[in-house]
Nanobody, 124 residues
Framework: QVQLVESGGGLVQAGGSLRLSCAASGRTFSSTAMGWFRQAPEKEREFAAAISLSGASTYYADSVKGRFTISRDNAKNTVYLQMNSLKPEDTAVYYC?????????????????WGQGTQVTVSS
């Protein structure tokens, strides 16, 4: 299994930017696709972005496409989520997850290991 720790969340004004980091431990990181999910208060966890093993392929929810960029640095065992043009509706706890199960990149069930989450709050 891989241990994941998110960081970089905080309070930002609408239109601003944040960069989330997810530090991973474990020898399997470079062989595991990764994703970012988010959960707003009283809402279900939803997919935001994902990235393939090598980083060659990326996947985005329509709600964040064009504003968020997922990337990974396997040498640093870290996955990132660059968030630009933030909107109040982006406010949520953001979770990093390892896709170590067979299934859709867009579904929570395909991810077996999760970080503790980092809060992102976007003010209007």
């Amino acid at each position: 299994q891989v241990q994941l720790v998110e960081s970089g969340g905080g309070l930002v004004q609408a239109g601003g930017s944040l960069r989330l980091s997810c530090a991973a431990s474990g020898r399997t990181f470079s062989s595991t696709a990764m994703g970012w999910f988010r959960q707003a208060p009283e809402k279900e966890r939803e997919f935001a972005a994902a990235i393939s093993l090598s980083g060659a392929s990326t996947y985005y929810a329509d709600s964040v496409k064009g504003r968020f960029t997922i990337s990974r640095d396997n040498a640093k065992n870290t996955v990132y989520l660059q968030m630009n043009s933030l909107k109040p509706e982006d406010t949520a706890v953001y979770y990093c997850a390892a896709k170590n199960h067979i299934g859709s990149y867009y579904r929570v069930g395909a991810y077996g290991d999760w970080g503790q989450g980092t809060q992102v709050t976007v003010s209007s």
